[in-house]
């Protein structure tokens, strides 16, 4: 289903261009969907109001710049959300704190995290918070998969 953050996670492996993708789904055309043979890892960088109720908690944080260490023009593995952008900088702009979703890939759990957790390190956002345990299950959780046909 096209969710969030499931949605970003899948682009981050998609190799054909999202707009023929959807293009080609919706005229209900036969096509191949080229992919990356890789693991793909998905984190949710948000803000208090993601996990509050209090609206007052989301004019703090409203127009707050979302800022990078390392220059990534063309943000790769970086999708907005609830973001705008005002003068070439992006800032914080509705009210549900959930600002990016930060994807990466790799030939292993292992390589997709790293680089997923190297593209958060890079943002610079005040109070900004993200799970640092997605993909460690993995290597427990993979037999599992295995046994019931998944994999």
Do not use: C
Request: overall charge positive.
């Amino acid at each position: 289903r096209f969710g969030y953050p499931t949605i970003n996670i899948q682009m981050e492996g998609i190799l054909t261009p999202l707009g023929e993708f959807l293009y080609r789904l919706a005229n209900k055309e036969k096509f191949e969907l080229r992919t990356k043979k890789e693991f793909q890892i998905g984190v949710v960088v948000a803000l208090t109001p993601y996990i509050s109720s209090f609206p007052q908690d989301m004019a703090t944080y409203h127009n707050l710049s979302v800022l990078f260490r390392r220059p990534n023009p063309n943000l790769e593995g970086i999708h907005l959300g609830d973001v705008k952008l005002i003068d070439n900088q992006l800032r914080v702009a509705g009210g549900s704190g959930y600002i990016l979703i930060v994807t990466g890939s790799g030939q292993t759990v292992e390589e997709a995290r790293r680089q997923t957790y190297n593209r958060v390190e890079n943002i610079r956002l005040q109070n900004m918070f993200y799970r640092v345990d997605i993909g460690t299950r993995w290597y427990q959780e993979r037999d599992k998969l295995q046994t019931w046909g998944y994999l």
